[in-house]
């Protein structure tokens, strides 16, 4: 090998190296003290009505004796392929120019995480913040880059906007609204979807994907791609996710914040109920800003709440599968 070549792959080697998260690097589990063997049982939970078909597809996996990754991942999928679904993936609504850019992340209990946002055309976005996850020494992908990584790795491509979807963008463009105009994002267009998964071995991962908000200028991330803000999971504490106005969810790092309120010692829905009001002391004007947070423990303990009412989350056990309405600040 040519010197050169040969210090170039050093230095990437380097890199991987370094950026390996300090944490246990296997998949499987963990004999380190800070992981202590799991006595709870399996569980996922994901926002909004939706979050039942996501945890079904998820728990399958689990069940079949995947990791709670492998069950994020399959959840995300489920909804990123659901053409009914207004802010997930192949159904999602457009930014201002009809394009519909697709934002995704996921993270696991080993403080591993990939990202991808202003994602076009390709159908499995937290698939491919996956990939980059396992394959590269980055975490976050975007536009033309993240786009051109997708397609070298052949992950499936779509066509987007859906012709119906097309036809909202052009009534909605007929009507000129303005560009400051108030979010989409309201108690009726809530689609994006965050999970959380604890497998039987205690471990837990988070996935959280979106169109985001509907309009928005071209080349906007929201909150969702975002680690620490849309999704953050510390295996020593949990896991937290967030749906809403992704604006205002970055301005407080909230998932990194639900999660480092658990460390204090809050149960999950007393965290999650912390950072709503942190959220809520940000901003003068509260009026459409929905957003709310789900979040689960190393206990297996979870809980959520949000802004306004209307929110909740899907809950799959062994022996449940139900939907539950979160606590809230306000009503609409
Ligand atoms: C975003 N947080 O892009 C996302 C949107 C969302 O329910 O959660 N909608 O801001």
Not at 226 to 248: M, N, P
Request: charged share 25%; proline share 4%; glycine share 10%.
């Amino acid at each position: 090998m040519k010197r050169r070549s040969f210090v170039k792959l050093s230095a990437v080697g380097l890199v991987a190296s370094i950026v390996k998260p300090a944490l246990a690097a296997d998949e499987d589990m963990i004999s380190d003290p800070l992981f202590p063997s799991y006595d709870g049982e399996a569980k996922m939970i994901s926002t909004w009505s939706h979050g039942q078909e996501a945890n079904r597809a998820g728990w399958k996996l689990m069940e079949e004796g995947k990791s709670s990754l492998e069950a994020v991942e399959a959840g995300a999928r489920h909804t990123e392929s659901d053409i009914t679904n207004r802010s997930v993936g192949i159904g999602g609504m457009p930014d201002r120019e009809g394009h519909v850019t697709l934002d995704a992340c996921i993270m696991d209990w080993n403080s591993n995480c990939g990202s991808v946002g202003f994602l076009e055309g390709i159908a499995h976005p937290v698939s491919v913040a996956k990939h980059i996850m396992q394959n590269t020494p980055h975490i976050m992908l975007v536009g033309a880059g993240a786009k051109q990584y997708a397609l070298k790795n052949k992950f499936e491509t779509i066509k987007t906007p859906l012709p119906e979807v097309k036809k909202e963008w052009e009534k909605w463009k007929k009507e000129q609204a303005a560009i400051a105009k108030k979010p989409e994002i309201n108690h009726e267009n809530h689609d994006t979807i965050g999970l959380l998964a604890i497998d039987d071995q205690g471990r837990i991962s988070g996935a959280c994907t979106t169109s985001g908000w509907a309009y928005k200028l071209p080349g906007r991330l929201g909150d969702s791609p975002i680690i620490g803000s849309g999704l953050f999971i510390d295996q020593e504490v949990g896991g937290a996710v967030a749906t809403g106005l992704g604006e205002s969810i970055i301005r407080i790092a909230g998932s990194h914040t639900v999660v480092e309120l658990m460390r204090q010692g809050k149960s999950p829905e007393q965290a999650c109920k912390e950072t709503v009001e942190r959220l809520i002391r940000k901003h003068k004007d509260m009026s459409g800003l929905q957003c709310a947070f789900i979040a689960i423990n190393t206990k297996g303990e979870v809980g959520g709440y949000s802004v306004f009412n209307g929110f909740n989350y899907a809950l799959k056990t062994k022996n449940q599968d139900v939907l539950v309405d979160t606590l809230f600040d306000r009503k609409w």
